[in-house]
């Protein structure tokens, strides 16, 4: 086998799934331009996002809805394809940790679209609860978690190890956040760097990254993985900004109904006596 085939020939899958998302978007923007967008409500409905706008979103749910079609029909329960997404992140941190970037960016995507399947089958199955809303973001915790330290044990004799742990703090700040919030009543959907784009960033990057190093050979005998490296900063930075941003929004919303629970009520002539007793007992 030739070098440079040596070199391809491991990237090959990953290089049909991408194929697959490029070819699927050229065909959702024919479709978009002839019918209009294909609207899902469910993602629409999960919040704003800067990084991944509302076309994204749709064009997302469109090319991933063969997955879903097959999903549905296995009769798989929604906490099953929870479990399978664990699982996905479970061997994504796995496959990093040995140097198999393109396979675990791609299984840390297949985590991610198994993520946003779980919630839709337990709606469109009407078996939504708050156990398995539960369960489900316990389960994301640790998927997050798998392929961060898997980087961070790749990365672990560089200067990356320090924003990979970095972006672990983040990325639990974020949705942990989001519940003490919603503890208080507080509705806290928006942020810059939430789940789908943490799945996003961070599972092109590292999927991409041998790509990069493949076109682009660095010196030295192992592959520093500049790409997932540069992701890792950014997750870093964005995550704990977004972290960051949430207790503010968080503290001000708490303050503020504290000082308009705790302003009087005044009555507009309650507090004038009425009687010369009533003004000599107030004196």
């Known amino acids: 086998m030739s070098p440079g085939l040596d070199r391809w020939l491991p990237l090959l899958p990953a290089a049909v799934a991408v194929l697959y998302f490029v070819i699927g978007m050229l065909a959702f923007s024919v479709r978009s331009a002839i019918w209009g967008v294909a609207h899902d409500h469910d993602i629409e409905a999960s919040g704003r996002s800067i990084l991944i706008g509302v076309y994204l979103r749709n064009y997302f749910s ?53 993520d946003t399947l779980d919630g839709k ?51 639990s700040m974020v949705p942990y956040v989001r519940a003490k919030a919603e503890s208080f009543g507080v509705t806290m959907k928006e942020g810059l760097m939430q789940r789908p784009e943490r799945v996003f960033t961070l599972g092109i990057a590292v999927m991409m990254s041998p790509f990069v190093e493949t076109l682009l050979p660095a010196s030295g005998v192992h592959a520093p993985q500049r790409l997932a490296a540069i992701g890792l900063v950014f997750l870093a930075v964005t995550s704990n900004t977004t972290a960051i941003g949430r207790i503010a929004r968080l503290l001000t919303a708490l303050r503020r109904r504290t000082a308009s629970a705790e302003t009087p009520v005044t009555v507009p002539g309650a507090d004038k006596p009425r009687t010369a007793a009533a003004r000599l007992v107030r004196t």
Do not use: C
């Open 62 to 114: 469109w090319v991933i809805r063969p997955l879903w079609l097959l999903v549905r029909a296995s009769g798989i329960s929604p906490n099953g394809v929870t479990v399978l997404a664990t699982m996905a992140g479970g061997g994504s941190g796995l496959a990093v940790a040995s140097g198999r970037f393109a396979l675990g960016g791609w299984l840390f995507i297949l985590s991610g679209i198994l």
């Open 121 to 171: 089958l337990a709606r469109a199955r009407n078996r939504v609860t708050p156990a398995g809303a539960a369960f489900d973001s316990l389960l994301d915790r640790y998927a997050d978690g798998a392929v961060l330290f898997g980087l961070a044990y790749f990365f672990r004799n560089t200067w990356v190890v320090i924003p990979a742990l970095a972006a672990l703090f983040g990325t």
